[in-house]
């Protein structure tokens, strides 16, 4: 369930994925090249580093992910070693 709209992601240099969502945005590591690949932090390593705003959403970012990483024919890791950083 959509709490505050879809996750939107746009791919952006240096190898990162931006995610926006309700006017807040995050970025997570996405390689590029001939084998592109996202990577996004297990719910626990999120909710540690993410402001008040993003944290209740984890669940609803892998789902929209999933499905945007599906259509891109992109894979998808969600690992405890993937970062994501916030804007403020």
Same mark, same amino acid.
């Given at each position: 369930m959509? !709490?505050?709209?879809?996750?939107?992601? @746009?791919?952006r240099w240096k190898e990162?994925? !931006?995610g926006s969502v309700g006017?807040? @945005?995050?970025v997570i590591e996405f390689s590029m090249g001939s084998a592109n690949h996202a990577y996004l932090p297990e719910r626990e390593k999120?909710?540690?580093v993410a402001p008040d705003w993003a944290k209740p959403i984890w669940e609803?970012?892998?789902e929209d992910l999933a499905s945007w990483c599906k259509?891109?024919?992109?894979p998808l890791t969600v690992d405890s070693n993937c970062w994501v950083t916030f804007d403020a």
């Amino acid at each position: 369930m959509n !709490v505050i709209g879809p996750v939107q992601f @746009s791919p952006r240099w240096k190898e990162e994925l !931006v995610g926006s969502v309700g006017g807040k @945005s995050f970025v997570i590591e996405f390689s590029m090249g001939s084998a592109n690949h996202a990577y996004l932090p297990e719910r626990e390593k999120w909710e540690a580093v993410a402001p008040d705003w993003a944290k209740p959403i984890w669940e609803q970012v892998r789902e929209d992910l999933a499905s945007w990483c599906k259509g891109q024919g992109i894979p998808l890791t969600v690992d405890s070693n993937c970062w994501v950083t916030f804007d403020a």
